[in-house]
């Protein structure tokens, strides 16, 4: 990595009595709005759960509307407004490296020049249109110190190393920095077109995934196969070197100069062209994806250390896409130097809307930090909207939904002792979760005990791939009695082994399984949240952050024994997490969800109405 260049400070204003500060991230992937009000975050969501549009990268105006709403201010009343990277210097960066390809880059810069010309070189106008014609002041940050604020100002550390990796800001791909209090410096950066996040899409794009949303089924399927390609990945692919800096071979890539992220020497280099979407897995796809994921390790394991010896630092912060891989975050911890490891838990771009916010208010406004030991100030990523009791009954008698309303102990009984009876259970409860991880408030949960709850849940609720793992949350102290795991966890953004006793040794037969016939074998007295690999992506819950869902995790250990329940998003594939009652209650009604628990009523499948579709939703997901 080289040393990150001076940035162009965002210069020091006195702070006004009434700061209201808001942050945007829009025009790549997964747009999202944030609200500080005197420092302290209120409110943030992704507009793609407002929009009902995966991924939706348009300017957030639903997000914006929503954090407003929930402060009862209009756009006036802003202080700041922020943006979470410099458009302009991106825009150097995509012009440069299209004349230096020329004249091959021509059909994607057909298709993306016009769209820099007209919309996003004049950030400022769009900015003040989308906000009713705000007149206040418009700072801009570069992206991976939106990033790397977002991972340190919310951190529970006074002072912490910081790493930030994704696909690519403006010219950096990846940055190494110090935070202390209210104050964070850049280090070093590796720089486009060399990027562990592009690396890792190039394999999403080749195994049949979609780019920036399939790169979790690439994680997911990797323990299925073997590491055979490692080789020749640091032989043709990534030249690694010992600070976890590497440069890429272009010479097998297509995102420079074209519109797909491999080329045909890509193809021959791993024996065939990519895989159709939706046709079938072979072994293959599963040798990649664990050959990809293994090099992702070991670069990330590098700069880790690196990080480590050149600042001495005991606390490290993560942020950016590649920190989403929890199989890298939890070999970090385990074999890493840094002691404590803190992960924003919306880590990809929708974070940098919390962090450009950030950046405004510590070095803008100059305002310190406070910092209470052993807490972020994340609050849970409980950042979304909430829905009051009678705005869910209204919505419910519109359609004519039977339904119970019940007092809290007793929903949360019946809705343990449905789950304890094997019933999946759609979980509506409190403000929604920002970043991609459904944390409890907008969850469908099962069973963990039961060796069928995967399938079922895969392909009869989820209509997505049967490989694909499900999460466990589990008490807090409790953590330790079911993983190799004693630390927070509360954003599911870390992997540990499920604990050695609780493990089923596979017979002789089953070791020569291979690929997915690897699947249906259980492998703990938790299998629904047992990879096969014996490993578990682990939700820590605590009663302060979430008190409903800690004591309905509570009171089915009571019935049963058990302190861990299956958790995973409330939605189907292709659709983001669900936000409204409405978007739940159509989720409910279209997949085989038994129960629907609605803030404080529950709703039994067997009882409610014919559901009417307004289209082939089947057709839509190509499903049977």
């Known amino acids: 990595m080289r040393p990150a ?14 700061s209201y500060i808001l942050g ?24 793609e759960r407002f929009s009902r549009k995966k991924g939706d990268a348009a300017f957030p105006a639903r997000a914006v509307a929503y954090c407003l709403e929930t402060a009862a201010i209009q756009p006036a009343d802003l202080a700041y407004v922020g943006f979470y990277d410099k458009p302009l210097l991106k825009f150097e960066r995509i012009l440069e490296t299209y004349l230096g390809v020329a004249p091959k880059g021509f059909a994607s810069f057909r298709m993306a020049g016009p769209l820099w010309m007209k919309e996003k070189l004049f950030m400022d106008r769009d900015i003040r249109r989308e906000l009713g014609g705000y007149e206040g002041e418009i700072r801009y940050a570069e992206h991976h110190e939106s990033h790397a604020a977002s ?18 800001g403006e010219w950096a791909t990846a940055s190494m920095g110090v935070g202390r209090e209210g104050e964070l410096e850049l280090l070093k950066e590796l720089y486009w077109p060399d990027s562990l996040g592009l690396l890792y899409s190039a394999f999403t794009y080749y195994t049949g995934f979609k780019v920036n949303s399939g790169e979790y089924k690439v994680m997911g399927l990797a323990p299925y196969g073997e590491p055979k390609y490692v080789e020749t990945i640091y032989r043709e692919l990534v030249d690694l070197h010992e600070d976890g ?87 970090i911890l385990r074999e890493g130097p840094f002691r404590r490891l803190w992960i924003q838990p919306a880590a990809g771009d929708a974070g940098g809307a919390l962090g450009v916010a950030q950046l405004i208010w510590h070095r803008c406004c100059k305002q310190p930090r406070t910092v209470v030991a052993g807490k972020d100030a994340m609050r849970g990523a409980y950042l979304g909207p909430a829905f009051r009791p009678d705005e869910i009954e209204a919505y419910l008698e519109s359609q004519g939904a039977v339904y119970e309303r019940l007092e809290r102990a007793c929903l949360l009984q019946r809705a343990a002792e449905l789950l ?29 005990r039961s060796p069928r709850m995967q399938a079922q849940m895969n392909i009869k609720i989820k209509f997505r791939e049967g490989f694909r793992p499900f999460a ?8 330790a009695d079911y993983f190799e795991l004693d630390a927070d966890s509360p954003y599911m953004l870390l992997v540990a082994p499920v604990k050695r006793e609780r493990q089923i040794p ?66 189907v594939r292709g659709e983001p997490i669900v936000c409204t009652p409405a978007d739940a209650y159509r989720c409910f009604m279209r997949t085989h969800i038994d129960y629907l628990v609605l803030g404080p009523f529950l709703l039994d499948k067997a009882q409610q109405p014919a559901w009417k579709e307004s289209h082939d939703w089947k057709a839509e997901f190509q499903l049977d």
């Open 5 to 18: 260049p001076p940035r162009d400070r965002l210069n020091p204003i006195a702070h006004m009595a009434s």
């Open 24 to 47: 945007i991230s829009a025009f790549y992937h997964d747009s999202a709005a944030c609200l500080l009000v005197d420092g302290e975050i209120v409110a943030a969501a992704q507009e």
């Open 151 to 168: 991972a340190f100002f919310p951190s529970p550390f006074r002072e912490a190393a910081i790493l930030t990796v994704d696909g690519v």
């Open 245 to 331: 800096s590497f440069t890429l071979n272009q010479d097998y890539f297509n995102y420079l100069t074209g519109l797909t992220m491999t080329n045909g020497a890509f193809d021959r280099l791993f024996g065939g062209p990519p895989r159709v979407p939706e046709s079938k897995l072979t072994q293959r796809e599963m040798d990649l994806a664990r050959s990809v994921q293994v090099v992702c390790e070991e670069v990330m394991m590098r700069m880790a250390r690196t990080l480590h010896r050149e600042t001495g630092m005991e606390n490290l912060c993560l942020a950016g896409g590649v920190a989403l891989n929890c199989v890298a975050n939890g070999r």
């Open 420 to 448: 304890a009876q094997e019933k999946v259970v759609g979980w509506f409860n409190g403000r929604m979760e920002f970043g991609p991880r459904a944390l409890g408030a907008r969850s469908i949960l099962g069973d963990p």
């Open 472 to 479: 466990p949350s589990v008490l807090r102290e409790r953590v």
């Open 506 to 571: 596979m017979t002789h037969e089953q070791r020569g399984l291979w690929g997915i016939d690897q699947l249906n074998v259980v492998r703990s007295d938790i299998p629904a949240v047992t990879h096969i690999d014996y490993s578990a992506r682990i939700q820590t819950v605590t009663r302060d952050t979430n008190p409903d869902y800690y004591d309905l995790i509570a009171a089915f250990e009571r019935l049963t024994g058990c302190a861990v329940l299956v958790n995973t998003s409330f939605n």
